[in-house]
């Protein structure tokens, strides 16, 4: 599966950005669909997760501010973020759980989140 992330960009803390990753290739394959960040020095976490059935998962810190979606028709995964704080710079990767006979995880390249205070 290759993913194709748009949307990073500089905004002010308070602000919103909305970012956007198509899929394509094995489509049919994937399981979920989501968004990892990775501020410097800092591990790679998970932002937000839906599936294909339309559960999502959010990490605790970002729980009433972000939003995550997609339309499948598009083949197209979205994270609205609002309320945005400093803290939330970091790059964001969107991430597909693929299930194709073993699990694997296929992996976009990036986009840079820059928010000032």
């Known amino acids: 599966v290759q993913l194709q992330a748009y949307g990073g960009g500089l905004v002010q803390a308070g602000g919103s950005l909305r970012l956007s990753c198509a899929a394509s290739?094995?489509?049919?394959?994937?399981?979920?669909l989501g968004w990892y960040r990775q501020a410097p020095g800092k591990q790679r976490e998970l932002v937000a997760a839906i599936t294909t059935a339309g559960s999502t998962n959010y990490a605790d810190s970002v729980k009433g501010r972000f939003t995550i979606s997609r339309d499948n028709a598009k083949n197209t995964v979205y994270l609205q973020m609002n309320s945005l704080k400093p803290e939330d710079t970091a790059v964001y990767y969107c991430?597909?759980?693929?299930?194709?006979?073993?699990?694997?995880?296929?992996w976009g390249q990036g986009t840079l989140v820059t928010v000032s205070s």
């Open positions: 991430h597909a759980m693929v299930v194709a006979g073993t699990i694997h995880d296929d």
């Open positions: 290739g094995s489509i049919f394959s994937i399981n979920a």
